[in-house]
């Protein structure tokens, strides 16, 4: 089996993007040492310049400062044969918008008691990341920007733990935010976030406040673009009038999601005591019930599987997102290794990987959902160069297989259709044009090819704003290309 720093013994591939692969390894110590890990590898990448290797040092320098219970660790970060590598904890559960999801398929919908302790969990880990500092007591100023729902695992015993940090701000990172482009899950993403303007731990708060909602109701109080249009117009954030939000419940989503930030709670700490004083007193072995009652049944891993042989291979585009899910199979374990990814490059609105691999034979394609709320996937991207496969002969032809095309010199350029999403106060009903061509009105989704596109935008007062938007085939329907004024 392939071995990375002569320790990491590589058993299965889990996923595979256009950035990165994930692989089950067994980490092996002296005296017969040994655990279980995830691994997450970069693919050779020469045509950005070094950008995704400086962003994936961001997100292992960011998240190697944050030890704290709650909080997914980055366990170790190297380099093999010229590709980075990460070591990541592995845990064994769900993330927990799927069980949300489960619950309430199965008539068992998660109670508004855990609904509050899970935030609460989430919510004293934040204020970790926010208050956080460097060796020299300088303050790192971290800011999430991307919670919500998938980026919250539970393991089976009631463990919560916050994930990717991948598009986290944070001082001193090596790969800066490029403007112009919000990043985050629309709908977990407070106002100043989408317009781009100043961040703060109480940004995240806003985010906790929409995961509250989402957990109990089924979607995000900011469910969608007419609502963050309405949000940026000045109004505040309508609630659902589910009857799973109590008068207490809908008090804290109110106070966390409010439009100006100086009138949320000023930590995610408070909140957090908020969302405790509510809970009652419920805590992980409540959790861990419930979840027994809604999650599939687990089978141990296999530990005979062979793992695919590592086929190095030049990316088409980047990896924003990174809820890689493996297609689904019965009755299997889901263990999640999360890997934080760094900044994603323009166009791309966040970087993020969360796996949620099962025990499987061989390794299979993997769905990438990505920066939105993960509602709908999209196939993640191949790597550039492979070969074509060979065809089956059909019953009674000739067997001789049919020759393999060459690989190219150089990788192609991707081809597909990708989304913009358009909207906020300054294009509110403005008439959208696509290279030219008159497309609809903001807000407003369009399908357009892969590539690069001028984009105008004419309000109704004829002021006419444009901007050169380049898609790639990762800015699907759940993580579209945004702009937002």
Request: glycine letters at 8%; a neutral charge.
């Amino acid at each position: 089996m392939t071995r990375l720093a002569g320790r990491y013994e590589l058993q299965r591939r889990l996923a595979e993007g256009g950035m990165a692969e994930v692989w089950l390894a067994t980490a092996h110590g002296d005296a017969g040492f040994t655990r279980r890990v995830a691994i997450k590898q970069l693919f050779p990448r020469e045509e950005d310049g070094g950008a995704f290797e400086r962003m994936f040092l961001d997100e292992a320098r960011i998240t190697s400062r944050l030890h704290h219970a709650s909080i997914v660790s980055i366990l170790d970060f190297g380099v093999e044969a010229g590709r980075a590598f990460q070591v990541l904890e592995l845990i064994d559960g769900f993330d927990v918008w799927r069980l949300a999801k489960w619950g309430r398929a199965n008539g068992k919908p998660m109670p508004a008691a855990l609904a509050l302790h899970v935030c609460a969990v989430v919510g004293h880990a934040l204020h970790f990341a926010h208050v956080a500092t460097s060796d020299d007591g300088a303050p790192l100023k971290i800011v999430h920007r991307d919670v919500s729902p998938q980026n919250i695992l539970v393991s089976r015993t009631g463990d919560v733990k916050l994930s990717d940090f991948g598009i986290a701000f944070a001082e001193g990172r090596l790969e800066k935010t490029v403007g112009g482009v919000a990043r985050g899950k629309p709908a977990y993403m407070a106002p100043e976030q989408a317009i781009r303007g100043a961040l703060d731990g109480r940004t995240d708060v806003f985010a906790l406040g929409c995961v509250l909602h989402a957990l109990l109701t089924g979607e995000s109080a900011l469910r969608d673009e007419n609502a963050l249009v309405d949000l940026l117009a000045g109004q505040e954030l309508k609630l659902s009038s589910d009857s799973s939000l109590s008068d207490d419940v809908r008090a804290v989503i109110a106070k966390a999601t409010r439009r100006n930030k100086a009138e949320r709670y000023e930590s995610a700490e408070a909140m957090a005591l908020a969302c405790e004083a509510l809970a009652a007193g419920t805590d992980r072995r409540a959790l861990a019930a419930w979840i027994a009652q809604v999650a599939p049944a687990k089978e141990s891993w296999a530990d005979s599987a062979t793992p695919t042989p590592m086929t190095p291979a030049v990316s088409p585009g980047p990896l924003p997102a990174a809820l890689v899910t493996p297609a689904p199979r019965p009755s299997r374990a889901r263990v999640f290794a999360v890997v934080i990814a760094g900044a994603a490059l323009a166009g791309v609105g966040g970087a993020k990987w969360l796996v949620d691999a099962r025990a499987r034979g061989a390794a299979q394609p993997s769905p990438a959902p990505a920066v939105e709320e993960i509602e709908a996937s999209a196939p993640a991207p191949a790597p550039a160069e492979k070969s074509v496969p060979v065809e089956q002969p059909a019953r009674g032809a000739d067997p001789t297989p049919a020759p393999v095309a060459p690989k190219a010199s150089t990788p192609p350029k991707p081809v597909g259709e990708g989304v913009i999403s358009i909207g906020g106060e300054a294009l509110l009903r403005g008439e959208v044009f696509i290279d030219g061509k008159t497309r609809g009105f903001a807000p407003g989704r369009f399908d357009v090819p892969v590539g690069p596109h001028k984009v105008e935008v004419v309000t109704p007062d004829g002021q006419r704003r444009a901007r050169e938007l380049n898609v790639t085939r990762l800015n699907t329907p759940s993580a579209p290309l945004t702009w937002v004024e």
